[in-house]
């Protein structure tokens, strides 16, 4: 169920049918919402229910259904109203010349009150590292002595209240009605990520950042958006004024300096890499497997020492970035760090190089991550090779039905990178998933360097990697993080690795 105020203000729909230029049929003139629903499942009493043409069926085929469960009206077009009208749904019709969805996300900021919110909101994208630039945020604000909300892959949080999520970036029904919810509970600060599919398909409408940031960029959803420059134009479309008042973008690579030079709003630099022009600076300090410490250095002074209790210097540009955004913000560092002890940033991030092991173990490491693209396996295993004691067993898989030109290169990179590499089953989905591990082996074994082992079954693989471990060695899981099932030929099968791992590491008598 999405996510929505407790007390809710009623919004006349005449007050929409003018606001939208919407043709109004069966409305009487004291008709309100207090919701909108995209899902007749999730239909509430005073929802407006939003009857969207689909790939397979149209959202109005469910207005019987939405009207049962208490909606007080449907907002579709001229087919979805004639499909109401034909099946005999007695519900009040707002009638839309253009897509629903091109005003979805306007229409439940009117009907949620959320255009008013005025909480800092930042929004993050890139390829890799999202996640963990929102968690980190979250931590920094309530540093700041603000209460945090956010919105991740893994979960909305609103102040202390927790909600798993079933999309990176929510529709954008579900975005405002969890706004809402966060203004009720006096949020101050919200994290948001963004995913390049949530700016083309209007999941951000009616939402407008204080910061935007960008970090990284490299292959994925190809099977969405065709090659790497539509992909990149999706990320390079939240730096706009429609979207955001300023952002934060990481120069390393080419594509972040296209993001500073392209943008249509003003841009802060960050810059990892000695020798490159930006107007802030990050140094590691030093780094272990149980963390990574950092100095920031900015404009007319600003700095900030610290660390993440998580490795890997890509971690360190995480808080650098969630850091900057702040600063843009207006909420200086010297607030931040006075919140922190000794600079130490607190954050937990489920999933995403998450320890299943005891830190500072005297046995082996385990560690499960979300990583699923080349560049996060490149970035993972480069950070393992500088702080890992002793050698790097690797096991992942790769997602069915989803881009596949990626597969060969993921295996060649876990393969250079690792001493011995173990490939599983991921989420086959609707393909062999035989077939998705032959490609993955072809890639790995051109890279002519890791022991490659094939084991489909991950419960068997999880306990075949810890076998092949010694002490000082660290294993890393990549691919279902915080996920809590398996998809397999349309069935979703429950499979928790983080679970599946703890128990296998007791098992072993490598954790109590």
């Avoid at 101050?188 to 940031?213: K, P, T, W, Y």
């Avoid at 140094?283 to 950092?294: E, H, Y």
Wanted: charge should be negative; charged fraction near 20%.
């Amino acid at each position: 169920m999405s996510i929505r105020p407790q007390t809710p203000t009623p919004t006349p729909l005449r007050e929409l049918v003018t606001q939208f230029g919407l043709e109004a049929r069966g409305l009487s003139e004291d008709a309100a919402v207090t919701g909108v629903s995209l899902d007749s499942r999730d239909v509430r009493p005073g929802d407006l229910y939003i009857g969207m043409p689909g790939a397979k069926r149209h959202g109005a085929d469910f207005a019987a259904q939405a009207a049962a469960s208490g909606a007080s009206a449907m907002l579709t077009d001229a087919a979805g109203a004639e499909l109401a009208t034909a099946a005999g749904v007695e519900l009040p019709v707002l009638v839309s010349a253009r897509h629903p969805r091109e005003l979805l996300g306007d229409v439940a900021a009117a009907v949620y009150g959320t255009a008013d919110f005025d909480a800092k909101l930042f929004g993050v994208t890139g390829t890799n590292g999202k996640t963990s630039v929102v968690y980190i945020l979250a931590e920094l604000i309530r540093a700041a002595g603000l209460t945090p909300g956010l919105s991740s892959t893994a979960e909305r949080r609103v102040g202390e209240e927790v909600i798993p999520a079933n999309l990176t970036s929510p529709e954008a029904s579900e975005l405002h009605g969890l706004l809402a919810r966060m203004r009720e509970r006096e949020v101050e600060g919200v994290a948001i990520e963004v995913s390049a599919q949530a700016v083309v398909r209007h999941r951000l409408d009616g939402v407008h950042f204080d910061v935007v940031a960008f970090n990284n960029f490299s292959q994925d959803h190809l099977d969405e958006f065709g090659d790497l420059e539509s992909y990149f134009a999706a990320k390079l479309a939240l730096f706009t004024p429609e979207r955001a008042s300023r952002g934060v973008v990481v120069v390393d690579s080419p594509y972040g300096q296209r993001i500073a030079k392209e943008s249509q709003i003003p841009v802060t630099r960050l810059a990892t890499e000695y020798g490159q022009s930006a107007d802030w600076h990050l140094a590691i300090t030093r780094q272990s497997l149980d963390g990574v410490s950092f100095v920031l250095q900015g404009p007319e002074g600003a700095h900030f020492r610290g660390s993440v209790p998580v490795f890997g210097g890509f971690m360190a540009e995480n808080a650098a970035l969630a850091l900057i955004m702040l600063h843009e913000a207006g909420i200086p560092l010297a607030q931040v760090a006075a919140g922190l002890e000794r600079g130490r940033i607190p954050v937990y991030i489920p999933g995403r190089l998450e320890e299943m092991t005891e830190p500072g173990s005297a046995g082996p490491r385990f560690f499960v991550d979300y990583g699923h693209t080349p560049g996060a396996f490149a970035a993972m295993l480069d950070a393992l090779g500088e702080v890992a004691p002793g050698k790097i067993i690797f096991m992942f898989g790769a997602d069915g039905d989803r881009d596949t030109t990626k597969r060969e290169e993921m295996g060649r990179i876990a393969a250079a990178g690792s001493d011995t590499l173990i490939i599983c089953d991921y989420h086959p989905r609707s393909e062999p998933p035989e077939a998705i591990r032959a490609q993955l082996l072809t890639g790995a074994r051109a890279a002519n360097h890791a022991e490659v082992i094939e084991e489909g079954d991950p419960r068997r693989a999880v306990r075949l990697a810890i076998s092949l471990a010694a002490p000082g060695d660290v294993i890393l899981y990549a691919g279902p993080g915080h996920e809590d099932h398996q998809e397999v030929a349309g069935q979703f099968i429950p499979y928790s690795a983080r679970d599946e791992v703890r128990g296998a590491l007791r098992e072993a008598g490598l954790l109590s």
